[in-house]
């Protein structure tokens, strides 16, 4: 059964209070009820998530080394984030992403400008990229910092955990 009808089968009634007419090339057309999508042309639904992949080395952002740098208070909105923090105890999926944010700068990380999901911290015995990825939280441990590490060490946390969990091993170092 065709999804299409020819406009010529249309009683004549249809149009009877219109100003319509149809010309003959028209009206032996077969028009379609629903335009069909090439699959290439739609777009994806969330295209600036990716799942389980973080990123290539990118550099540091540009934010002040904890060495040499005078403490700066933290923002009043940060505080703020930084007081709604969830107990430390509790999984570090019940707390919300200004709270994990403002959390990630007490503990020395800095946001990256360009990928906002990722954070970096350099720490006197080694330096360590944070990504939060949709479902677990990333730390890739460089060998280019400081320590005697061969390769980037790369390890995995699910937000199913605690934060006091999560910020012990991160903290931790390779």
């Not at 090339?25 to 009820?33: E, G």
């Not at 060495?67 to 999984?91: C, F, V, Y």
């Not at 007490?106 to 006197?124: I, M, S, Y």
Request: proline share 11%.
């Amino acid at each position: 059964m065709s999804m299409s009808m020819s406009m010529s089968t249309l009683p004549s009634s249809t149009f009877a209070n219109s100003n319509l007419s149809l010309s003959t090339s028209l009206s032996s057309q077969k028009l379609p009820l629903f335009h069909t999508l090439q699959a290439k042309s739609l777009p994806l639904p969330f295209p600036h998530l990716r799942i389980q992949t973080p990123p290539p080395y990118l550099p540091p952002p540009l934010c002040k080394s904890p060495e040499g740098a005078e403490a700066e208070a933290a923002p009043p909105e940060e505080d703020e984030w930084l007081q709604k923090l969830p107990e430390k105890s509790k999984p570090l999926y019940s707390h919300s992403l200004p709270c994990i944010e403002a959390w990630l700068r007490n503990l020395g990380f800095c946001q990256n400008n360009e990928d906002r999901a990722l954070w970096v911290v350099h720490k006197p015995d080694w330096h360590a990229e944070l990504f939060l990825d949709l479902t677990d939280l990333y730390i890739r441990y460089l060998k280019s910092g400081p320590g005697n590490l061969e390769k980037n060490m790369e390890r995995r946390f699910s937000y199913a955990l605690s934060r006091e969990d999560i910020e012990n091993a991160v903290l931790g170092g390779p």
